[in-house]
């Protein structure tokens, strides 16, 4: 199972075993890592997921859709290249060892 690396802003790491199929955010929210909260479920509809990617893993992810990037413009403070919603992130077997940073806050 994929190993995933939350970083809170304070620079605590939640390392979590993430099942192909669920989501960046899923992974988050079902092991209790604070900092992303979801409020939509999942739909792409609130931008309160929002993570920077590791720039390392940048390149690697699936690229990003309009519906996302539309979202993305209600996220607090984004970096371009970075920020992602962690909802639009399906995980698969070939992202152990992702890390994703969470913002300073939600929104
Ligand atoms: Fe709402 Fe990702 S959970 S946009």
Redesign the pocket.
């Given at each position: 199972m994929p190993k995933i690396t939350y970083v809170e802003f304070s620079g605590k790491e939640h390392v979590v075993d993430v099942a192909s199929g669920l989501t960046v955010?899923e992974g988050a929210r079902d092991n209790g890592v604070p900092g992303i909260?979801?409020?939509?479920?999942?739909?792409?509809?609130?931008?309160?997921?929002?993570a920077y990617v590791d720039p390392d893993w940048v390149e690697k992810l699936p690229a990003i859709e309009d519906m996302e990037e539309d979202?993305l413009d209600f996220a607090y403070e984004t970096q371009p290249g970075l920020s992602r919603?962690?909802?639009?992130i399906k995980v698969t077997d070939d992202m152990d060892g992702l890390v994703v940073k969470l913002p300073e806050k939600q929104i």
């Open positions: 955010m909260e979801a409020d939509c479920g999942g739909a792409c509809a609130c931008s309160t997921c929002h979202m919603l962690t909802c639009q």
